[in-house]
């Protein structure tokens, strides 16, 4: 039997007279890389942005590891890539060393763990040569980069992801989906936003298909079934690329 990480049922929401997300019903289990896909403006990010609690729903629960996720005090299970790390202002002059060593120290860690988890997060992405530098003056690729090490940094059961490789190129995005291909095998369960179809077809093993008016849950990565709904929503068929 699996475990549900998430539960969501008859989850509502609108801004003001929009209405975004309709009813809908699913569950995230543990180890899942549940992907999700749609057109722009269909709402994935505020869907995201509910599960994490970050937006209050109208109607409906959402259930993170059996407590209403607007309540949940354990935040050191969960971590959350957001689109262009947008939520940080980069005009801080702060290293990535001490982003990352200070998210650690701030949820609890002591001087010492922090450390060597912050070392096995750069290592893991691969960024130790940039550990010195200051957020403000790196790349938007580097930048992305070092968000995603501070996501993982704390070992967290769930990541959620929004659009996680925009402004990182094609090596570095190959980079990005091994390693979170390997936190998944290692138990990480993933959440992930992203209108790379393809590499969500390649990699997640549930897909949601979210346009206007329609939420499909796909609990198999069966292609053609993708395809079926993805025409439904986009309107013409969509090609993929396998990654
Ligand atoms: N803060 C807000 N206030 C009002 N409307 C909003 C707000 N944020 C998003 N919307 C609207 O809600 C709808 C869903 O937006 P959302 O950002 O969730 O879509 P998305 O699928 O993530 O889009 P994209 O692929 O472009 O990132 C859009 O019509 C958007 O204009």
Do not use: W
């Not at 995230?28 to 609690?53: A, E, Q, R």
């Amino acid at each position: 039997m699996k475990e549900i990480l998430m539960q969501v049922r008859d989850l509502s929401f609108r801004y003001g007279k929009h209405s975004v997300i309709k009813n809908v019903s699913f569950d995230l289990f543990k180890g899942d890389y549940f992907g999700v896909v749609g057109p722009n403006g269909s709402g994935k990010t505020t869907l995201l942005k509910l599960c994490l609690g970050l937006i209050k729903k109208d109607s409906g629960t959402i259930k993170l590891f059996d407590k209403d996720v607007e309540n949940l005090k354990e935040r050191t299970k969960l971590a959350y890539i957001s689109q262009k790390s947008n939520s940080f202002n980069m005009g801080f002059p702060a290293t990535v060393e001490e982003v990352i060593k200070g998210s650690l120290l701030s949820i609890g860690y002591n001087k010492k763990d922090a450390n060597e988890m912050m070392g096995r997060a750069l290592n893991e992405i691969g960024i130790e040569n940039i550990r010195h530098k200051r957020i403000g003056d790196l790349s938007g690729g580097q930048q992305q980069k070092a968000f995603i090490a501070k996501a993982i940094a704390s070992n967290p059961e769930v990541i959620f992801l929004d659009e996680p490789t925009v402004g990182i190129d094609q090596k570095s995005q190959d980079y990005f989906y091994e390693t979170m291909g390997r936190l998944n095998k290692e138990g990480v369960t993933l959440f992930m936003v992203s209108h790379d179809i393809s590499a969500v077809t390649t990699y997640s093993n549930r897909v949601i298909c979210i346009g206007e008016n329609t939420f499909h849950i796909h609990e198999k990565n069966e292609i053609s079934d993708i395809e079926t709904s993805l025409k439904k929503i986009y309107g013409k068929n969509m090609g993929f690329v396998t990654h």
